[in-house]
């Protein structure tokens, strides 16, 4: 048999993680699993909940220009991370948004992939954005923030020390 899930949030990853143990036969490694994913964000929460919270924004395509939005678990770690996504109030994964509402709402720092990082820098449209111009482009490491799996506790870690340079676990 065939199973697919949807996983857009964080609670989806466990949810699932759960479904496959039950599954597979093997609840108690799933148990294992969520337990320690869930761990892993507790403890970036905690060392990052009296911090500054840089406000973010996360593009995922160019054109049209689509970003994290609240509904996705890529918008949690950023918020896990000690970050605010501008657009974490928007109910999609990643919507459509004008490069105007981008500029009006001004993040501190823009999330980016490395050739992401290269193309804004060198946009004269990017520079407009203040992160930009002030080389707040942080490159993310995409191995370990962009699928929702047992690498989540990681990913937070991972934009933690970008948002907050120096912060120890």
Same mark, same amino acid.
């Given at each position: 048999?065939?199973?697919?899930?949807? @996983?857009?949030? $964080?609670?989806?990853?466990?949810?699932?993680?759960?479904?496959?143990?039950?599954? =597979?036969?093997?609840?108690?490694?799933? &148990?294992?699993?969520?337990? =320690?994913?869930?761990?892993?964000?507790?403890?970036?929460?905690?060392?990052?909940?009296?911090?500054? &919270?840089?406000?973010?924004?996360?593009?995922?395509? /160019?054109?049209?220009?689509?970003?994290?939005?609240?509904?996705?678990?890529? =918008? /949690?770690?950023?918020? $896990?991370?000690?970050? &605010?996504?501008?657009?974490?109030?928007?109910?999609?994964? =990643?919507?459509?948004?004008?490069?105007?509402?981008?500029?009006?709402?001004?993040?501190?720092?823009?999330?980016?992939?490395?050739?992401?990082?290269?193309?804004?820098?060198?946009?004269?449209?990017?520079?407009?954005? %203040?992160? @930009?111009? /002030?080389? %707040?482009?942080?490159?993310?490491?995409?191995?370990?923030?962009?699928?929702?799996?047992? &690498?989540?506790? /990681?990913?937070?870690?991972?934009?933690?020390?970008?948002?907050?340079?120096?912060?120890?676990?």
């Amino acid at each position: 048999p065939t199973v697919a899930f949807r @996983v857009d949030r $964080i609670a989806d990853f466990a949810r699932v993680t759960r479904a496959l143990g039950a599954l =597979s036969g093997d609840t108690a490694a799933a &148990r294992l699993t969520v337990d =320690s994913v869930t761990a892993a964000l507790d403890a970036v929460r905690r060392a990052t909940a009296s911090l500054a &919270r840089p406000t973010a924004v996360w593009p995922v395509w /160019e054109t049209p220009l689509l970003v994290i939005g609240g509904a996705s678990f890529m =918008s /949690e770690l950023v918020e $896990i991370a000690g970050g &605010r996504n501008v657009f974490g109030t928007l109910a999609q994964p =990643s919507p459509q948004v004008a490069f105007e509402d981008l500029l009006r709402r001004d993040p501190d720092v823009v999330l980016a992939g490395p050739n992401s990082r290269l193309r804004y820098l060198a946009s004269p449209r990017w520079r407009a954005l %203040r992160a @930009v111009q /002030e080389g %707040r482009v942080l490159v993310i490491d995409t191995n370990l923030v962009m699928r929702p799996a047992v &690498r989540l506790g /990681e990913g937070a870690r991972s934009l933690a020390r970008l948002l907050h340079p120096g912060i120890t676990f």
